[in-house]
């Protein structure tokens, strides 16, 4: 079936250590997103690309890192940088810029 | 800017009730208008979509909205509530013209009660 894998579900993590969130799709999409979502906060967007070897910033990229290598893979590292980062992070895909995005499951990142 | 505001962080009604989860936008240009659901620890599901044409959108599982340019609005409504629709809500804007990404409202929870 096609769709978006974020791997891991859960993940933890030591202060001062970098972290990798995996997000994967075999939707041939064009356009891929990284989106942190906090209680009573929506969702904000960190990264985005709309094609490969190229990508930008959102609203709230301090302390993250993403590369695109790859049409079918986009994975965002959480750098020490960032300060909290105990959140809920959603990764997107869609066609093109302007169509409807499709979301994985998540990951739930927490800092021991 | 675009951005969007969602009305009441929390909605409850009683099963087979109507639901109305209100949404304003604020958009320079003619926007792309969305409604995605969310069930627990999981992602977000697009429910409906305004792009152009036909202002009243039907989407899945019995949820509809109207796009109502002289109101900025986009409210999504259900006739009969039903227990399975508790989740969370989130009404969102395309930049389509700028080629950004969606912008969110904050999200609205509905409750349903037997």
């Known amino acids: 079936d096609g769709g978006i894998t974020q791997s891991p579900k859960y993940l933890f993590r030591k202060e001062g250590q970098n972290v990798t969130l995996s997000c994967e799709q075999n939707?041939?999409?064009?356009?891929m997103y990284w989106y942190r979502q906090d209680p009573g906060q929506g969702l904000r967007l960190i990264y985005y690309?709309?094609?490969?070897?190229?990508?930008q910033k959102g609203d709230i990229a301090e302390g993250y890192s993403v590369s695109r290598e790859k049409k079918e893979s986009f994975p965002l590292t959480v750098t020490s940088a960032q300060k909290n980062p105990t959140a809920f992070y959603l990764c997107?895909?869609?066609?093109?810029?302007?169509?409807?995005?499709?979301f994985g499951d998540g990951t739930r990142l927490s800092i021991l | 800017a675009q951005s969007v505001t969602q009305l009441g962080s929390h909605v409850s009604v009683s099963e087979g009730a109507l639901v109305l989860l209100r949404c304003n936008y604020s958009?320079?240009?003619?926007?792309?208008l969305f409604w995605y659901v969310q069930y627990p620890n999981q992602g977000l599901q697009l429910l409906l979509k305004?792009?152009?044409?036909?202002?009243l959108v039907k989407g899945i599982n019995g949820f509809e909205a109207e796009f109502k340019k002289s109101e900025t609005s986009f409210h999504l409504t259900k006739p009969s509530a039903h227990m399975s629709d508790a989740a969370e809500y989130f009404c969102?804007?395309?930049?389509?013209?700028?080629?950004?990404?969606?912008?969110f409202g904050k999200g609205t929870t509905l409750s349903v009660s037997s």
């Open positions: 997107a895909s869609s066609i093109k810029r302007d169509q409807p995005q499709h």
């Open positions: 939707l041939n999409h064009d356009a």
């Open positions: 690309s709309h094609i490969v070897n190229d990508f």
């Open positions: 958009s320079s240009v003619p926007p792309y």
């Open positions: 305004y792009t152009t044409g036909a202002t």
């Open positions: 969102a804007v395309s930049e389509d013209q700028a080629g950004t990404a969606l912008i």
